[in-house]
Protein backbone atom coordinates (compact mmCIF):
# COMPACT_ATOMS: atom_id res chain seq x y z
CA UNK A 1 0.00 0.00 0.00
CA UNK A 2 1.53 3.22 -0.84
CA UNK A 3 1.48 6.36 0.73
CA UNK A 4 0.54 9.86 -1.11
CA UNK A 5 0.03 13.11 1.01
CA UNK A 6 -2.73 15.57 -0.62
CA UNK A 7 -2.58 19.41 0.19
CA UNK A 8 -5.64 21.82 0.16
CA UNK A 9 -6.42 25.28 1.25
CA UNK A 10 -7.66 24.63 5.03
CA UNK A 11 -11.19 24.10 5.63
CA UNK A 12 -11.49 22.35 2.19
CA UNK A 13 -10.03 18.86 4.02
CA UNK A 14 -13.32 16.82 4.03
CA UNK A 15 -14.00 17.85 0.47
CA UNK A 16 -10.61 16.49 -0.78
CA UNK A 17 -10.93 13.49 0.95
CA UNK A 18 -14.46 13.42 -0.48
CA UNK A 19 -12.84 13.32 -3.84
CA UNK A 20 -10.07 11.01 -3.21
CA UNK A 21 -12.87 8.55 -1.80
CA UNK A 22 -14.61 8.51 -5.48
CA UNK A 23 -11.28 8.48 -7.51
CA UNK A 24 -9.30 5.80 -5.63
CA UNK A 25 -12.29 3.89 -4.07
CA UNK A 26 -10.44 1.71 -2.17
CA UNK A 27 -8.55 4.11 -0.27
CA UNK A 28 -7.43 4.77 3.16
CA UNK A 29 -7.62 8.30 4.16
CA UNK A 30 -6.93 10.79 7.26
CA UNK A 31 -6.80 14.51 7.65
CA UNK A 32 -3.49 15.20 9.55
CA UNK A 33 -3.26 18.96 9.66
CA UNK A 34 -5.82 21.45 8.61
CA UNK A 35 -4.49 21.04 5.00
CA UNK A 36 -3.13 17.96 5.21
CA UNK A 37 -4.97 14.83 3.92
CA UNK A 38 -3.08 11.20 3.61
CA UNK A 39 -4.23 8.66 1.19
CA UNK A 40 -3.28 5.18 1.13
CA UNK A 41 -3.90 3.63 -2.24
CA UNK A 42 -5.13 -0.12 -2.21
CA UNK A 43 -5.93 -0.28 -5.88
CA UNK A 44 -5.72 1.63 -9.55
CA UNK A 45 -8.31 4.72 -10.11
CA UNK A 46 -10.82 4.28 -13.24
CA UNK A 47 -9.05 7.09 -14.72
CA UNK A 48 -5.81 6.18 -16.90
CA UNK A 49 -4.38 9.73 -15.56
CA UNK A 50 -6.40 10.68 -12.56
CA UNK A 51 -7.37 14.26 -11.86
CA UNK A 52 -7.76 15.17 -8.17
CA UNK A 53 -9.36 19.20 -8.62
CA UNK A 54 -9.85 19.98 -4.62
CA UNK A 55 -6.16 19.63 -3.83
CA UNK A 56 -3.46 22.31 -4.39
CA UNK A 57 -0.56 19.92 -4.41
CA UNK A 58 0.40 16.23 -4.34
CA UNK A 59 3.17 14.54 -2.89
CA UNK A 60 2.95 10.92 -4.42
CA UNK A 61 4.95 7.63 -2.60
CA UNK A 62 5.67 10.11 0.22
CA UNK A 63 8.02 9.34 3.11
CA UNK A 64 7.90 10.88 6.79
CA UNK A 65 10.98 13.39 6.88
CA UNK A 66 11.37 14.69 10.56
CA UNK A 67 14.47 17.30 12.01
CA UNK A 68 13.89 20.13 15.11
CA UNK A 69 16.12 22.94 13.22
CA UNK A 70 16.94 24.09 9.48
CA UNK A 71 20.43 22.88 9.54
CA UNK A 72 19.34 19.02 10.49
CA UNK A 73 16.36 19.20 7.88
CA UNK A 74 19.17 19.97 5.59
CA UNK A 75 21.66 16.89 6.03
CA UNK A 76 17.68 14.49 6.83
CA UNK A 77 16.12 15.67 3.55
CA UNK A 78 19.37 16.42 1.68
CA UNK A 79 20.88 12.95 2.15
CA UNK A 80 17.48 11.87 1.04
CA UNK A 81 17.67 13.57 -1.59
CA UNK A 82 20.45 12.35 -2.87
CA UNK A 83 18.92 8.80 -2.52
CA UNK A 84 15.85 9.12 -4.44
CA UNK A 85 18.16 10.65 -7.05
CA UNK A 86 20.82 8.50 -7.39
CA UNK A 87 20.16 6.92 -10.32
CA UNK A 88 18.61 9.93 -12.07
CA UNK A 89 20.66 11.48 -14.42
CA UNK A 90 17.78 14.31 -16.08
CA UNK A 91 16.35 17.39 -15.27
CA UNK A 92 15.01 17.74 -12.03
CA UNK A 93 13.34 20.40 -9.75
CA UNK A 94 13.10 20.73 -6.17
CA UNK A 95 9.99 22.40 -4.29
CA UNK A 96 10.15 23.09 -0.74
CA UNK A 97 6.90 24.60 0.75
CA UNK A 98 4.25 24.66 3.68
CA UNK A 99 0.54 25.23 3.51
CA UNK A 100 0.08 28.88 3.54
CA UNK A 101 -2.04 29.12 7.35
CA UNK A 102 -2.25 32.72 8.89
CA UNK A 103 -0.48 31.82 12.55
CA UNK A 104 0.04 28.35 11.54
CA UNK A 105 2.77 25.87 12.64
CA UNK A 106 5.52 27.06 10.22
CA UNK A 107 5.96 29.97 7.81
CA UNK A 108 7.12 29.73 4.17
CA UNK A 109 10.57 31.72 5.22
CA UNK A 110 11.38 28.30 7.15
CA UNK A 111 10.62 26.65 4.08
CA UNK A 112 13.29 29.14 1.84
CA UNK A 113 15.68 28.66 4.76
CA UNK A 114 15.41 24.85 4.32
CA UNK A 115 15.41 24.88 0.80
CA UNK A 116 19.14 26.94 0.58
CA UNK A 117 20.40 24.58 3.08
CA UNK A 118 19.78 21.77 0.97
CA UNK A 119 20.78 23.40 -2.53
CA UNK A 120 24.31 24.22 -0.33
CA UNK A 121 24.34 20.92 0.86
CA UNK A 122 24.21 19.69 -2.72
CA UNK A 123 27.19 22.51 -4.07
CA UNK A 124 29.21 20.45 -1.58
CA UNK A 125 28.25 16.89 -2.34
CA UNK A 126 26.89 16.42 -5.11
CA UNK A 127 27.19 19.43 -7.78
CA UNK A 128 26.48 17.28 -10.93
CA UNK A 129 22.64 17.21 -9.41
CA UNK A 130 22.75 21.34 -9.28
CA UNK A 131 24.07 21.04 -12.68
CA UNK A 132 20.85 19.57 -14.27
CA UNK A 133 18.68 21.31 -11.47
CA UNK A 134 15.84 23.31 -13.20
CA UNK A 135 13.89 26.29 -11.88
CA UNK A 136 12.14 28.18 -14.36
CA UNK A 137 8.43 26.44 -14.81
CA UNK A 138 7.85 23.68 -17.67
CA UNK A 139 4.50 23.59 -19.88
CA UNK A 140 2.17 21.71 -18.11
CA UNK A 141 2.72 18.59 -20.57
CA UNK A 142 5.97 18.47 -20.28
CA UNK A 143 6.95 15.25 -18.08
CA UNK A 144 10.97 15.07 -18.58
CA UNK A 145 11.43 16.34 -15.21
CA UNK A 146 11.67 14.53 -11.78
CA UNK A 147 9.90 16.79 -8.91
CA UNK A 148 11.48 16.31 -5.77
CA UNK A 149 8.70 17.83 -2.86
CA UNK A 150 9.80 18.51 0.83
CA UNK A 151 6.43 19.44 2.70
CA UNK A 152 6.54 21.07 5.95
CA UNK A 153 3.45 19.99 8.20
CA UNK A 154 5.06 21.92 10.98
CA UNK A 155 8.35 23.18 11.76
CA UNK A 156 9.78 19.67 12.59
CA UNK A 157 7.42 17.34 10.59
CA UNK A 158 7.16 17.26 7.25
CA UNK A 159 7.37 14.79 3.73
CA UNK A 160 10.03 14.10 1.29
CA UNK A 161 8.30 13.07 -2.36
CA UNK A 162 10.46 12.28 -5.72
CA UNK A 163 8.17 12.13 -8.61
CA UNK A 164 10.43 10.42 -11.67
CA UNK A 165 9.15 11.34 -15.34
CA UNK A 166 7.09 8.10 -15.35
CA UNK A 167 4.77 8.69 -12.11
CA UNK A 168 4.91 12.85 -13.37
CA UNK A 169 3.30 11.42 -16.60
CA UNK A 170 0.57 9.22 -14.92
CA UNK A 171 -0.20 11.94 -12.20
CA UNK A 172 -0.04 15.03 -14.29
CA UNK A 173 -3.45 16.33 -13.34
CA UNK A 174 -2.86 15.19 -9.54
CA UNK A 175 0.99 17.03 -9.01
CA UNK A 176 1.39 20.61 -9.76
CA UNK A 177 4.12 22.12 -11.33
CA UNK A 178 3.99 25.27 -8.92
CA UNK A 179 5.31 24.78 -5.18
CA UNK A 180 2.68 23.69 -2.72
CA UNK A 181 0.62 24.01 -6.27
CA UNK A 182 -0.03 27.52 -5.40
CA UNK A 183 -0.29 30.56 -7.97
CA UNK A 184 -0.41 34.21 -6.74
CA UNK A 185 -1.81 36.27 -9.29
CA UNK A 186 -0.86 40.24 -8.84
CA UNK A 187 -4.13 42.56 -8.11
CA UNK A 188 -4.89 45.00 -10.88
CA UNK A 189 -7.13 47.76 -9.83
CA UNK A 190 -8.07 48.76 -13.25
CA UNK A 191 -10.40 45.41 -13.68
CA UNK A 192 -13.77 45.12 -13.59
CA UNK A 193 -12.96 42.75 -10.99
CA UNK A 194 -11.29 40.71 -8.95
CA UNK A 195 -12.21 37.49 -11.42
CA UNK A 196 -9.91 38.51 -13.89
CA UNK A 197 -7.22 36.40 -11.48
CA UNK A 198 -9.04 33.20 -12.37
CA UNK A 199 -8.05 33.80 -16.12
CA UNK A 200 -4.95 35.15 -15.71
CA UNK A 201 -4.05 32.34 -13.42
CA UNK A 202 -5.16 29.57 -15.50
CA UNK A 203 -2.95 31.45 -18.22
CA UNK A 204 -0.14 30.56 -16.45
CA UNK A 205 -1.00 26.93 -15.42
CA UNK A 206 -1.47 26.49 -19.10
CA UNK A 207 2.18 28.55 -20.08
CA UNK A 208 -0.32 29.56 -22.54
CA UNK A 209 -1.40 33.42 -22.70
CA UNK A 210 -3.93 34.71 -25.02
CA UNK A 211 -2.56 35.99 -28.30
CA UNK A 212 -3.01 39.08 -29.89
CA UNK A 213 -5.53 38.61 -32.76
CA UNK A 214 -6.76 35.30 -31.80
CA UNK A 215 -10.50 34.95 -31.70
CA UNK A 216 -12.61 34.74 -27.69
CA UNK A 217 -16.14 34.10 -26.89
CA UNK A 218 -16.88 34.96 -23.42
CA UNK A 219 -19.61 33.86 -21.90
CA UNK A 220 -21.58 35.72 -18.90
CA UNK A 221 -19.02 37.89 -19.59
CA UNK A 222 -20.74 40.91 -17.31
CA UNK A 223 -19.07 43.27 -16.01
CA UNK A 224 -15.95 42.25 -18.06
CA UNK A 225 -13.27 40.92 -16.16
CA UNK A 226 -12.34 38.13 -18.67
CA UNK A 227 -12.83 40.31 -21.66
CA UNK A 228 -10.71 43.02 -19.81
CA UNK A 229 -7.85 40.83 -19.89
CA UNK A 230 -8.20 39.12 -22.94
CA UNK A 231 -8.83 42.79 -24.96
CA UNK A 232 -5.57 43.52 -22.60
CA UNK A 233 -3.42 41.34 -24.33
CA UNK A 234 -4.76 41.94 -27.98
CA UNK A 235 -7.63 39.61 -28.62
CA UNK A 236 -10.82 39.73 -30.19
CA UNK A 237 -13.44 38.96 -28.23
CA UNK A 238 -17.43 38.27 -28.56
CA UNK A 239 -19.04 38.78 -25.53
CA UNK A 240 -22.53 37.15 -24.60
CA UNK A 241 -24.47 38.33 -21.66
CA UNK A 242 -28.25 39.80 -21.01
CA UNK A 243 -26.20 42.53 -19.25
CA UNK A 244 -23.88 45.31 -20.51
CA UNK A 245 -19.89 45.07 -19.59
CA UNK A 246 -18.61 48.60 -17.98
CA UNK A 247 -18.49 51.24 -20.30
CA UNK A 248 -14.94 51.83 -21.29
CA UNK A 249 -15.12 47.92 -22.76
CA UNK A 250 -18.22 48.49 -24.35
CA UNK A 251 -17.02 51.01 -26.81
CA UNK A 252 -13.36 49.14 -27.16
CA UNK A 253 -12.69 48.24 -30.80
CA UNK A 254 -12.12 44.67 -30.52
CA UNK A 255 -15.28 44.01 -28.64
CA UNK A 256 -18.44 42.58 -30.02
CA UNK A 257 -21.35 42.65 -27.42
CA UNK A 258 -24.09 40.11 -28.03
CA UNK A 259 -27.10 41.00 -26.25
CA UNK A 260 -28.35 37.14 -25.05
CA UNK A 261 -28.24 33.85 -23.53
CA UNK A 262 -24.86 32.07 -23.22
CA UNK A 263 -25.98 28.68 -23.24
CA UNK A 264 -27.78 29.11 -26.52
CA UNK A 265 -25.35 31.55 -28.03
CA UNK A 266 -23.34 29.26 -31.01
CA UNK A 267 -20.18 30.83 -32.87
CA UNK A 268 -20.42 31.02 -36.71
CA UNK A 269 -17.17 30.24 -36.92
CA UNK A 270 -15.05 28.26 -34.63
CA UNK A 271 -12.62 30.02 -32.59
CA UNK A 272 -9.67 30.17 -30.33
CA UNK A 273 -10.86 30.13 -27.26
CA UNK A 274 -14.15 29.35 -24.94
CA UNK A 275 -14.41 31.82 -21.89
CA UNK A 276 -17.02 30.53 -19.35
CA UNK A 277 -17.38 32.34 -15.88
CA UNK A 278 -21.63 32.16 -16.12
CA UNK A 279 -23.36 32.05 -13.10
CA UNK A 280 -25.25 28.61 -13.66
CA UNK A 281 -26.01 25.20 -11.55
CA UNK A 282 -23.02 22.89 -12.17
CA UNK A 283 -25.09 20.79 -14.86
CA UNK A 284 -25.57 23.36 -17.10
CA UNK A 285 -22.07 24.68 -17.21
CA UNK A 286 -20.90 20.97 -17.91
CA UNK A 287 -23.45 20.66 -20.54
CA UNK A 288 -22.16 23.90 -22.46
CA UNK A 289 -18.74 23.19 -21.76
CA UNK A 290 -19.15 19.48 -23.07
CA UNK A 291 -21.24 20.86 -26.52
CA UNK A 292 -18.36 23.18 -27.03
CA UNK A 293 -15.90 20.68 -27.11
CA UNK A 294 -17.39 18.15 -28.81
CA UNK A 295 -18.47 20.52 -31.84
CA UNK A 296 -15.05 21.64 -32.35
CA UNK A 297 -16.14 24.80 -31.21
CA UNK A 298 -13.05 26.26 -29.80
CA UNK A 299 -9.15 25.31 -29.42
CA UNK A 300 -8.57 26.17 -25.95
CA UNK A 301 -10.99 26.35 -23.19
CA UNK A 302 -11.49 27.76 -19.61
CA UNK A 303 -14.63 27.50 -17.87
CA UNK A 304 -15.69 27.92 -14.37
CA UNK A 305 -18.03 25.41 -12.59
CA UNK A 306 -19.47 26.99 -10.04
CA UNK A 307 -21.04 25.21 -6.87
CA UNK A 308 -24.62 25.72 -4.88
CA UNK A 309 -24.02 23.07 -2.31
CA UNK A 310 -21.60 20.40 -1.20
CA UNK A 311 -23.78 17.31 -3.33
CA UNK A 312 -22.24 19.51 -6.33
CA UNK A 313 -18.95 18.63 -5.84
CA UNK A 314 -19.32 14.90 -7.00
CA UNK A 315 -20.22 16.31 -10.28
CA UNK A 316 -17.08 16.89 -11.40
CA UNK A 317 -16.41 13.10 -11.59
CA UNK A 318 -18.99 12.67 -15.06
CA UNK A 319 -17.28 15.67 -16.32
CA UNK A 320 -13.52 14.43 -15.73
CA UNK A 321 -14.84 11.25 -17.38
CA UNK A 322 -16.01 12.75 -20.19
CA UNK A 323 -12.96 14.74 -20.84
CA UNK A 324 -10.60 11.67 -20.57
CA UNK A 325 -12.38 10.66 -23.69
CA UNK A 326 -13.24 14.00 -25.40
CA UNK A 327 -9.41 14.21 -27.14
CA UNK A 328 -8.21 16.96 -25.08
CA UNK A 329 -5.09 17.66 -22.66
CA UNK A 330 -7.20 18.74 -19.62
CA UNK A 331 -7.33 19.52 -16.22
CA UNK A 332 -10.04 20.11 -13.65
CA UNK A 333 -8.55 21.94 -10.65
CA UNK A 334 -10.09 24.01 -7.64
CA UNK A 335 -7.84 27.21 -8.56
CA UNK A 336 -5.80 29.35 -5.87
CA UNK A 337 -8.26 32.59 -6.70
CA UNK A 338 -11.26 30.23 -6.74
CA UNK A 339 -13.98 30.54 -4.00
CA UNK A 340 -16.79 27.71 -4.07
CA UNK A 341 -15.88 26.65 -7.51
CA UNK A 342 -13.20 24.62 -9.93
CA UNK A 343 -12.07 25.38 -13.23
CA UNK A 344 -11.98 23.55 -16.46
CA UNK A 345 -9.29 24.49 -18.68
CA UNK A 346 -7.29 22.75 -21.46
CA UNK A 347 -6.63 22.20 -25.68
CA UNK A 348 -7.70 20.32 -28.32
CA UNK A 349 -5.12 17.45 -29.48
CA UNK A 350 -3.98 16.93 -32.90
CA UNK A 351 -6.94 15.07 -33.84
CA UNK A 352 -9.26 17.69 -32.58
CA UNK A 353 -7.06 20.46 -34.18
CA UNK A 354 -8.13 19.24 -37.77
CA UNK A 355 -12.25 19.09 -36.89
CA UNK A 356 -11.36 22.87 -35.51
CA UNK A 357 -9.66 23.62 -38.60
CA UNK A 358 -12.49 22.55 -40.83
CA UNK A 359 -15.26 25.16 -39.01
CA UNK A 360 -13.02 28.22 -39.85
Not at 115 to 125: S, T
Not at 161 to 167: I, K, Q, T
Not at 259 to 265: H, M, V
Request: glycine share 6%.
Amino acid sequence: MSLHIFTCEPGWESVLSDELGRIFPDAARRQLAPGWVESRWRQEPALSEPCVAFASQCLPCSERLAAPSVSQWARKAGGWLLETLRDHDGPWRLHVFCVPLPGGPVRPARARLIEQAVLELLRKKQRRLLRSRVVEPAPPWDDDEALVQIGLMNAEEGFGSAALPPLRRRLRRCVSRFPGGQVQVAADSAAPSRAFAKLAEVQIRLARSIAPGERCVDLGSSPGSWAYLALRQGAQVTAIDRSPLRGDLMQHAKLNFVRGDAFRYQPPPAVDWLLCDVIAFPARTIELLERWIERRWCRWFCTTVKFKGQDDYARLEELKTWLEGASVDFFVRRLTSNKNEAMAFGRLREAGEAAWEAGQ
